[in-house]
Nanobody, 119 residues
Framework: QVQLVESGGDMVQPGSSLRLSCAAS????????MSWARQAPGKGLEWVAG????????SFADPVKGRFAISRDNAQNTLYLEMNGLKPEDTAVYYC????????????RGQGTQVTVSS
């Protein structure tokens, strides 16, 4: 079955950088578009970024455009999210999800990794 395991979350200060990873198994990762979503305290699930199966097409939500980068290593079945210039409003649980820009909550996702941005 589909298994997605996120890691790399941490508590950091504003302006810091973090790199999240998602180890995928149980499906043909290299043929599936992937994305990251996040859920802030008290809010719904929000799409953050998507990447197509071969990594040539990427898209980002407006709040993270220019600060976040999404990439994948199909040989290692791993998805990444590079986050720079972190802001307190980026505080959320971040999830790796299947699909390029799925309706939130409608596709497989992992257990999430917590990112907290606070001074």
């Amino acid at each position: 079955q589909v298994q997605l395991v996120e890691s790399g979350g941490d508590m950091v200060q504003p302006g810091s950088s973090l790199r999240l990873s998602c180890a995928a198994s149980g499906f043909a990762f290299s043929t599936v578009d992937m994305s990251w979503a996040r859920q802030a305290p008290g809010k719904g699930l929000e799409w953050v970024a998507g990447i197509n199966a071969v990594g040539g097409i990427r898209s980002f939500a407006d709040p993270v455009k220019g600060r976040f980068a999404i990439s994948r290593d199909n040989a290692q079945n791993t998805l990444y999210l590079e986050m720079n210039g972190l802001k307190p409003e980026d505080t959320a649980v971040y999830y790796c999800t299947t699909g390029f820009k799925p309706r939130p909550g409608t596709t497989d996702r992992g257990q999430g990794t917590q990112v907290t941005v606070s001074s």
